[in-house]
């Protein structure tokens, strides 16, 4: 066992921040479709929410926006000349085109990637695997970007590996740790890791939903697992229930959250419920560890409330008592079912006794909430010093990030505005600056 924390990654919300309704089966995204968003809102709202986990002493840093727009993609795919006259093609010809290459998508970070911590791998190193995030246009190219950042903040080979996202195939779809928890006794022990999928390629026979896609498979699990060298008797595959899918459930991470040996869950989460408990408790008793399974029941919370108000898309946090606090944005205590399940929840005597609360309102209608927001990545001590520093939230770095962000960002970003060649290079712009802020000189390609 180590000293080890978890370091919540959060995803730094970019100057082009839109609602393009781009997620078919994200049913937040889908109802805010061509509205206008305020991306300076959004990337202080969210600074905020770090600075003030960071206060409260838990382990937080930022992954940083990614390039927008995606003017190689768009060459690629026929329009020429200028980037102006590229932009002005897309709008003309096949607006939805520009929105993909404009897509906010990569402030999920949960999608970024499946981390492993030294922990549980073979090799003693920090795994990383980049998503390839294959069943949507706007989000299929996230991979590179994301594998390019990580390559940079984990730098050291000795302690940490990035993969390169799996074969972007539907066999192999990856969406990263929305669809991953690990659960173990403390952060720095050996653990067990939990995958959860919707669908199996090779298995026809196999349970799917029938309305909205379902993004991982089970191959792209086992894949991972095996680059990560997992220990199969620490490692459970769970069958997402195919049902709460159609419900506009996309991501595991809207229907489950766990953390330390806690897993709360609703109960219409997984295909088999009683199965995946009991492969959970078999898997963390191997390690010395019990599971406390908090269970939601639908006549208490229906999956549509719980939908609409991201409850279990928040974050679990362990505090240094021991007890847990749970991360959740205002839309939880706007939905009567759900305020009313967490005033009980927290006065319950169970493991999780406190709610702090957000507004992210700005995200949330973008289709996330608190866990979309981060990636999770256990480090011991040694290996939190390795990292890049530049990236760990501090107060100067807050100092510097707000008036940047004040700088650079509109205040409104409607359909229309996509097509402005003078969006194009704000964007560019505020993330030449940024580079300097968190010390990353080269991070994007902005040639």
């Known amino acids: 066992m180590y000293n080890a ?27 805010n479709v061509k509205s206008a968003s305020n991306p300076r809102q ?55 085109i520009l929105a993909c290459a404009y897509s906010a998508a990569p402030m999920w970070t949960a999608n970024a990637a499946t981390v492993s911590p030294s922990a549980d791998t073979a090799d003693g190193r920090v795994h990383f695997t980049a ?24 730098a050291d080979s000795d302690r940490f590996v990035v993969h390169d996202a799996l074969p972007s195939t539907p066999a192999f779809g990856d969406e990263g740790a929305a ?50 060298g997992l ?35 609703h109960e219409q989460a997984f295909a088999d419920e009683a199965g995946t408990l009991d492969a959970l408790r078999r898997a963390l008793g191997g390690v010395g560890a019990d599971l406390q399974a908090v269970r939601v029941d639908t006549g208490v919370v229906p999956v549509a409330d719980a939908v609409a108000s991201y409850l279990f898309n928040s974050q679990l946090l362990s505090k240094p008592d021991g007890r847990m606090a749970l991360v959740v944005p205002h839309e939880c205590r706007e939905n009567a079912a759900v305020a009313a399940y967490l005033q009980q929840l927290v006065a319950s005597g169970g493991p999780i006794d406190e709610l702090v609360e957000f507004d992210l ?72 600056e940024l580079e300097r802020h968190l010390g990353l000189p080269g991070l994007y390609d902005l040639s």
């Open 131 to 154: 998503a390839n995030l294959n069943n949507k246009l706007h989000r299929a190219e996230e991979h590179v970007q994301a594998t390019r950042t990580l390559r940079a903040l984990f």
């Open 42 to 96: 959004a990337a202080l709202q969210g600074l905020a929410k770090m600075r003030e986990l960071a206060a409260r002493g838990f382990a937080q840093a930022l992954l940083p926006p990614q390039s927008r727009p995606n003017l190689r993609m768009l060459r690629r795919l026929g329009f020429s000349g200028t980037d102006a006259d590229v932009l002005a093609g897309a709008w003309r010809d096949a607006p939805v």
């Open 361 to 432: 309102r700005q995200s949330m209608r973008n289709g996330g909430g608190p866990a979309c927001l981060r990636l999770r990545v256990a480090l011991t001590d040694a290996e939190a010093q390795a990292m890049h520093q530049g990236v760990v939230m501090t107060d100067d770095l807050y100092a510097r990030l707000v008036p940047w962000v004040e700088r650079h960002y509109r205040d409104r970003v409607e359909p229309k505005d996509l097509a402005d060649p003078q969006l194009a290079r704000e964007c560019m712009a505020a993330l030449e």
């Open 5 to 31: 924390r978890e370091f919540n990654f959060d995803g730094l919300v970019g100057p082009s921040h839109n609602y393009a309704g781009l997620s078919f089966g994200n049913v937040a995204s889908f109802n």
């Open 179 to 228: 669809n991953h928890t690990r659960f173990a006794s403390s952060h720095g022990a050996a653990g067990v890791e939990f995958f959860v999928y919707g669908r199996v390629e090779f298995d026809p026979s196999a349970p799917s939903p029938k309305k909205y896609p379902a993004r991982q498979t089970l191959e792209a699990s086992q894949a991972i697992a095996r680059l990560h």
């Open 231 to 265: 220990d199969a008797a620490r490692t459970v595959f769970a069958s997402q229930n195919p049902d709460v899918i159609d419900q506009g459930v996309f991501h595991n991470d809207v229907i489950a959250v766990g953390n330390g040996n806690v897993l709360f869950y």
